[in-house]
Structure formats: C-alpha cells, structure tokens
C-alpha cells in the first residue's frame, strides 16, 4: 500500500504533514501541485517546507506542474457540447460548475503521476478539517487524519503552526490559498490582490482585456470576468479606490469553498 499526501501550502495541509511525519505514519510520497501562477510567497514557503521535511524526516516534495499554460486554457476553444468552437475564457466556477483551470493544473497532473507510477494500491491523505465533514467524498482511498485521528479544527491548525512558528506569510493578506486569480476568492482577497501584488493584478487586467477585446471583435467567448455579475478590474478597482478613501472595507465573505483545492 503506497500512501500518498497532498499538500497545498495552506494551514490545514501543512499541520497534517507535519503531524503524520512526527507521528511516523505510513507516508510514501508528498505532492505538490504548482499551478504556474501562485504567489512568490508560496513558491519560497513550500521550498522552505521541503528543506524541514528533507532535513527532519527525510522526505522529498514531488512537484507537479500542468502540461499546457493558462493561457492556452483559457484561450482554448471548447471541443464538443453546444459551446463547441466558443473561447473558453476565465474560469468561473459559480456559473460554470467545475473549475476548468483546476482540472488541467491540478487534477490531470495528478491522475498522469499516478498512472506513471503504477501503484497497486494506494490511499491519498486529504487534509480537511473538522469543520468540513461535510466535504468527505466518497472512496476508500481517502484518508482524513485531521478528522479521524486528531480531531483538529481550521483554529487548531492555525495555533499548531503559529506555536512552531511555520505560518505561511500569505495569510497575513488572506483567509485561504491558491492561484491568485482564483475566481473562488472573496472580494476582499481581490483587494489584497489590488493594493498588495501589483503584477499578479495586472496579469489578470491584460488576460481580461484580451478576452474582452476577442468578445467585441465578434468572437463567442464563455466568460470575460474574473468577478460575479461581470465586473472588470477597471470596475473592481474603482470600487476598492472608492472604499479606500471611505475608511469603510466592508465585504462579503468567500462566495465558494467547495472548489476541492485541497484534492
């Protein structure tokens, strides 16, 4: 039995794999998937991690990237169904279901790493907490320590890695991790994106006009907005502008959780 962790860099996977290799389980292979586009924060945190993990436990993180770019992604046309021949556009989980980026930078590296590896039997450790029971899927292939065996809440993770000062510096922007694009976020992590990454939001100002600019020239394309009920960035920025100089950053918390970044 090959047991495999995924880990993301965020609170909850890192205080399970620091957990499972203090507490020596059975754990074969760490992955990591790199999506090409997260935070220069997150890319130093996890070679940080993969020192500790190498120095302490003898343990390597396997780094997994996507076979095509974001942008051929998004600039993709859609093969078959009844957009066939659209531009696929910006990933929009909430109207579109299924995030389509996280299939290509996530879910098929993982499923192509698998198969290359042949293993007879495997079990994945997911690090969801107890306030996400309700996010278990289905499969006995999928372990839950932080559940199961340590009975450890989003809070609890935060203290642990607080205590052995292994916080990630990306939480002093947000509540959560991922590509800084990522159109699950809240509208005040876009802000932090905004005021704190200013090449981060310009990448997505660019993809954004380009799309519009394909759209107006008569092209069908799925979703030209990063934002719900298409808001640009030029709408989004004047509205962070216009809350700055109120003194009043008042937002709604994260639309969507259920986007299996975690997987």
Known sequence: ???????????????????LLRDKKPLDHIVFYDTLHEFAAMYEYIAKLGEYFRARYGKEITILKPAMSFEECVFGRISRGENK???RGLPAPQ?????????????????????????DEYKIYIGYTTDETRRRMDGNEFLYPLIDDYNMSEADCTAYLKEREMENPLYRYFSRTGCYFCPAQSKRAFYQVWKNFKPEWEYMKRIEAELLALRDGGEAVLNTSWFAGNLTCTDMEAEFIRLSRQGSLAFDDEPLKDCFCKI
């Open 85 to 87: 021949g659209a531009i």
């Open 95 to 119: 109207t579109q279901g299924f995030c389509a980026w996280r299939r290509e930078a996530k879910v098929a590296p993982f499923e192509r790493w698998l198969k290359a590896q042949s293993f």
């Open 1 to 19: 039995m090959t047991h495999i962790a995924t880990l993301s860099g965020g609170k909850d996977s890192t205080a399970m794999l620091d957990l």
